[in-house]
């Protein structure tokens, strides 16, 4: 018996998605033929890009399908700053997914992206302030600007309503990686691009400022893998990076799946109430906190701590440090009780890798090597997390015994 | 699990043996330009792979834990430290010393295993009064007992080596195809596991910066110059570059390399013939003879595919210098003498002592002694030791340090 607390990593399918996708698979047509099949499966299609978009609030033509979260955020950030070009600069804050942070460093070292880091603070939240100095230092050469909406690591959510309207005021435009936001804490993209709103000060040539692209994945709400979408709005000019038949208004060519998109939609249906789940995951949430204080008295929360409001954290993110202990071990050893958490990201063939997030919110070395991951998402239970609070002490006494030793020379 | 046909067979058989195994392969290199970020196991992502399907295979869990700064600091750096001060290290041995008997096997245990088990050749059987002890393979011609000489009492007692009563690789291999594993076909590995494409030299000319210096004779005279001490390994003949003949005409060897001095000196192949070796770290594997200080018969092999020679062994204490300090430790040293004199042999190789089959224990070579006496002169190499504390090679009476390889190490 395995329980599952990586809804972060990834989440089970909902039924309703799985019966979608399979009725789906079965019909057949390309959407971009002319006959009624063609027809059938274009009309399939876009149903399930209305839904989706009334997920997150955004017209059905700004929703460009993508084969996952990575590539809609590779899209927008090269398609942006290409479109913005030749401004170099792309400002992002530390601790940003690797799809983020390797985006950018590879058009640093290919393309003369200039990246402008912004700071973390403890929380992992960035200042809206600092964010404001870094626009305002030297707007005409900000190709753009991307953030977390809410961070996958530690769970914090960032101020991107505010940090939008301050991209807004210089013409800049603003891509969120809504990725583990998505499906956790509602998403008005129409209200966070200011609809209409037009660039003041954004030379010639470029996108309309402000919050433009926003991306999301599927498999994070109940849907399937390989199917995400970058919300793109109609404002914004992008340069693709998928040439071909020039489906999805040039922006993504490539025949669409039409069951992934299908079953995407079912589980975006399925989100329902956002709200009374979100309590029920954040009463879960600090049921699993209080129990690893009460566990392990050392452990430290990370991201948005009761000391400050709880609410700036995603409902179903718990993220602990346990000093003097590798969070692999933890992992191992919560693994063979059964119980399947998360050092943080996901990793390069098995390896985890300290924490680059926590390394961001000024942690040290060993603190970010000391992470522990626990995520819920809308199938976890009292039993759950009970289970886990039941194996955490035996797991952390003994990870304590094996401590940090691997670090250590044997000199 | 390597990745390799060995580990995953012994995993094989340990599982049928009836333990509870979990599949541990090491990250232990980091090399940059392969991969975005981080630690590359020994050698590659599909080293990593390769290893996953074979656990998978199995049906036991499988974790990729990462050594790769340890192992940069215990076997890479001193790897290059060694070589820096004119020694041959054997960084296999350094990693079964420091990682997969120390660092793996420290953590498994915290972490409630109970052994390492590997897939080297090599057995482990119990004495009568139920002490364990290593042995050579049953198959001589795959015997990995010699990189394993390292390991003391306390490791061995965690250690377990199920391929140690197979009859031969093929035979691995074919149970492995039966097992259908990948990588039953799979090449066996050679070289260093962090030096991909196999140019030590290359790679070490990288690390190690070379200072040109004078190439002597073993009267010390001046034939020529080199362009670093370091490049030069015992027993090499080619790229001495020396303009003037040796006055018998014969060709001339590397006999020793002196990395404080930055010099190089050669001489005629028989001079190459040692007749004794001698280091002050040493172990034993397992119960140590009942009387170390008293000569005693064992055989000596100085390197993994060496034939063991007959020789006596003895722990003698060692006078500190005059002005050293004395540290306490270092005190004594194993000075192993061969019956028959030994070719091939440097400071920094490791002298593994067998009695029979089993391994006894073994010394990182800090001197050796040539059989061969220089021609009219006092008796050179000295036989008194270095200070421990100055990673001085063989034998070489250097008055200071004076440059900076040697004291990087």
Redesign the interface.
């Known amino acids: 018996m395995s329980i599952y607390l990586d809804h972060a990593a990834t989440t089970p399918m909902l039924p309703e998605a799985i019966e979608a996708y399979v009725d789906a698979m079965s019909v057949v047509g390309n959407p971009a033929s002319i006959h009624s099949q063609g027809q059938n499966a274009k009309r399939m299609l876009e149903e399930a890009r209305e839904i989706v978009a009334g997920s997150v609030g955004c017209d059905p033509i700004e929703v460009v399908f993508t084969g996952g979260g990575t590539e809609a955020i590779n899209l927008a950030i090269k398609g942006l700053f290409w479109a913005r070009a030749p401004r170099p600069r792309i400002l992002l804050p530390g601790g940003e997914h690797?799809a983020t942070m390797?985006t950018v460093e590879w058009l640093e070292r290919h393309d003369g992206a200039e990246p402008g880091w912004l700071p973390l603070d403890r929380a992992g939240r960035v200042d809206p302030a600092r964010v404001a100095d870094a626009l305002a230092s030297d707007p005409g050469n900000v190709a753009l600007l991307s953030l977390l909406a809410a961070n996958n690591e530690v769970g914090t959510l960032q101020p991107v309503a505010e940090i939008g309207e301050l991209a807004a005021a210089h013409g800049i435009p603003v891509h969120i990686d809504a990725v583990s936001a998505y499906g956790q804490v509602p998403i008005d993209f129409r209200a966070l691009s200011g609809a209409g709103r037009a660039g003041t000060s954004g030379g010639t040539g470029g996108s309309a400022g402000g919050i433009v692209a926003l991306s999301l994945s599927a498999h994070k709400i109940g849907g399937p893998v390989g199917i995400g979408a970058l919300v793109l709005s109609r404002r914004a000019s992008i340069v693709p990076l998928i040439h071909g038949g020039g489906q999805q208004r040039q922006v993504r060519s490539g025949t669409q799946d039409v069951a992934a998109a299908v079953a995407f939609a079912a589980a975006a249906s399925a989100l329902g109430d956002l709200p009374a789940r979100n309590q029920r995951l954040r009463t879960l949430r600090d049921r699993l906190i209080a129990g690893v204080h009460a566990a392990v008295p050392t452990a430290v929360l990370n991201g948005p701590t009761p000391d400050g409001p709880l609410e700036q954290r995603l409902p179903g993110n718990a993220h602990f440090t346990f000093p003097g202990c590798e969070g692999?071990?933890l992992l191992?050893?919560l693994?063979?009780a059964g119980i399947s958490v998360s050092t943080g990201s996901a990793?390069?063939?098995?390896?985890?890798?300290p924490s680059h997030v926590l390394r961001a919110m000024g942690r040290s070395e060993a603190e970010a090597r000391s992470a522990l991951r626990i995520t819920l998402g809308r199938d976890s239970t009292e039993a759950d997390v009970d289970a886990f609070l039941t194996a955490l002490p035996v797991a952390h006494a003994?990870?304590s015994?094996?401590?940090m030793?691997?670090?250590?020379?044997?000199? | 699990m390597s990745g390799g046909v060995d580990s995953a067979v012994a995993a094989a058989r340990a599982v049928e043996a009836g333990h509870e195994v979990v599949g541990v392969h090491l990250a232990l290199s980091r090399m940059p330009g392969t991969l975005r970020t981080g630690s590359r196991g020994c050698c590659t992502i599909e080293d990593s792979m390769d290893a996953q399907r074979a656990a998978n295979i199995i049906g036991i869990p499988y974790y990729v834990w990462d050594f790769s700064e340890r192992f940069k600091l215990d076997v890479v750096d001193d790897f290059i430290a060694e070589y820096a001060a004119g020694r041959t290290p054997n960084p296999c041995m350094r990693c079964n010393e420091r990682i997969k008997f120390a660092a793996l096997l420290d953590k498994a245990l915290d972490l409630g295993f109970d052994a390492v088990c590997t897939g080297h050749y090599a057995s482990i059987q119990t004495d009568a009064a139920g002490n364990r002890e290593l042995h050579r393979a049953s198959a001589w011609a795959k015997d990995q007992s010699y990189v394993l000489g390292v390991l003391t009492a306390e490791q061995l007692a965690h250690s377990m080596f199920p391929l140690g009563e197979t009859p031969s690789k093929a035979e691995v291999r074919a149970e492995a195809a039966e097992r259908g594993f990948s990588v039953a076909t799979k090449p066996d590995s050679y070289d260093i596991c962090f030096i991909p494409d196999g140019d030590t030299r290359g790679w070490l000319a990288e690390r190690v910066p070379a200072t040109a210096g004078d190439i002597l004779d073993r009267e010390g005279n001046t034939l020529g110059r080199h362009e670093g001490a370091a490049a030069f390994t015992v027993g090499q003949r080619k790229g001495l570059q020396i303009g003037t003949p040796a006055a018998d005409g014969k060709p001339r060897f590397v006999l020793e390399v002196r990395p404080i001095s930055n010099t190089v000196v050669v001489g005629p192949k028989e001079a190459l013939a040692i007749g004794l070796i001698a280091g002050s770290k040493f172990t034993w594997t397992g119960l140590p003879p009942e009387h170390p200080g008293t000569a005693f018969d064992c055989d000596v092999q100085i390197r993994a595919h060496a034939d063991p020679v007959p020789a006596v062994a003895q722990v003698v204490s060692v006078p500190v210098p005059a002005g050293a300090e004395s540290t306490g430790a270092g005190t004594t040293e194993l000075v192993i003498t061969p019956r028959e004199p030994l070719t091939g042999v440097a400071p920094g190789q490791t002298a593994v002592l067998y009695v029979g089959t089993r391994v006894l224990g073994q010394c990182t070579i800090d001197r050796t002694v040539s059989a061969v006496p220089v021609p009219g002169a006092e008796a050179v190499p000295s036989v008194v030791p270095e200070p421990s504390s100055a990673p001085v090679s063989a034998a070489s009476a250097e008055p200071t340090l004076v440059d900076a390889p040697a004291a990087r190490a």
């Open positions: 690797h390797d692999e071990s191992f050893l693994d063979a990793c390069q063939a098995g390896i985890p890798e003994q990870a015994r094996a401590g030793n691997d670090r250590t020379p044997t000199r």
